[in-house]
């Protein structure tokens, strides 16, 4: 829209400086013609607002002509550009927008603290998700998101783990959380926690709900979390561990003569630790439970089997 591209062309003088029409339009991805209109039009606006001719010429503001922006200390400049998350803003669609809020917040900055966030920007990058998780899909998040803040129903498709797999469900979205890389959705009644990859269909509708007065999502979610943790170790193993290798959640019993340790450790389920304790090969003996000590062993087997005798 016209009026936003004024705006940015005004901050971008600001913040920069002497900038060309070609830089202007290259920044703004429109034609030079356009910028030259803007410019014409912020001018009758009465922006003080002039170019200069020549190989270095370009637009300028009228020195002095700006907002400030009061009450930041440097920490708090700082930790305002390193708060920015361009990829989930950009999911729930307000990449454009969080990118034209900083740049006001920029332009506005006095200069010793714009260079403090120029620093931070420019040494520090944020990026959640792991290395190995694959890309997501969430189509459904930006109506997700617009239904949390308006307080609107929705009615999806929800596919969960149990039998059957695929339901439907009335859900009163009270909040979104992004947990490495992944969203959730934490909905009423109860409330509980949907993962916003497995909707599979969604229709929004007009009816309004309350969100309850007294509900903390931060604080819902740090008990979602230790909840979840409880719930999913549900065994012990006994463990003997080499020199300098651990494992979280460990408790020590013992370290033996020849160095290695002996640990007791939660697990999900035999199968899980199974493949959990594969990986790290000989640095790891299980000595409980023995079913799964019996698993590995004839895992173990077999790949002798498969890759022959080593000498």
Do not use: C
Not at 44 to 50: D, E, F, R
Not at 114 to 119: G, I, L, N, S, T
Not at 211 to 223: G, H, I, K, Q, T
Request: proline share 5%; hydrophobic share 45%.
């Amino acid at each position: 829209m016209k009026a936003g591209r004024l705006v940015s062309i005004l901050l971008l003088l600001q913040t920069r400086g002497r900038m060309t029409a070609a830089q202007l339009a290259e920044e703004l991805e429109v034609s030079v013609r356009t910028v030259y209109r803007d410019v014409e039009a912020l001018s009758a606006a009465g922006v003080p607002l002039y170019g200069d001719a020549g190989h270095a010429g370009g637009y300028r503001l009228l020195e002095g002509y700006r907002t400030r922006l009061t009450g930041l200390t440097t920490e708090e400049a700082e930790a305002l550009f390193l708060a920015g998350a361009p990829g989930p803003a950009a999911e729930l669609g307000l990449g454009s927008v969080l990118a034209a809020a900083q740049l006001k917040v920029r332009a506005a900055l006095p200069p010793e603290l714009r260079v403090h966030a120029d620093r931070i920007s420019g040494r520090f990058h944020l990026d959640a998700p792991g290395w190995y998780a694959d890309a997501e899909e969430t189509p459904y998040l930006p109506a997700v998101a617009e239904a949390v803040w308006n307080g609107r129903v929705l009615r999806v498709l929800y596919r969960r783990w149990a039998e059957p797999t695929d339901v439907r469900r009335r859900l009163e979205p009270y909040g979104l959380v992004l947990k490495a890389g992944r969203w959730y959705v934490v909905a009423g009644p109860g409330p509980r926690t949907f993962r916003v990859d497995q909707i599979l269909e969604l229709s929004s509708s007009d009816e309004e709900f309350t969100r309850p007065a007294d509900f903390d999502l931060a604080a819902y979610w740090s008990a979602y979390q230790r909840d979840f943790h409880d719930r999913l170790y549900r065994g012990e193993a006994v463990v003997r561990l080499a020199p300098g290798v651990s494992l979280p959640r460990a408790v020590v019993l013992r370290t033996d003569a020849d160095g290695r340790t002996v640990v007791r450790v939660p697990i999900e389920s035999v199968g899980h630790a199974h493949g959990e304790f594969l990986r790290l090969g000989a640095d790891v003996e299980v000595l409980e439970p023995a079913d799964l000590r019996t698993r590995l062993a004839r895992t173990i087997a077999e790949l002798a089997g498969i890759y022959g005798n080593v000498t």
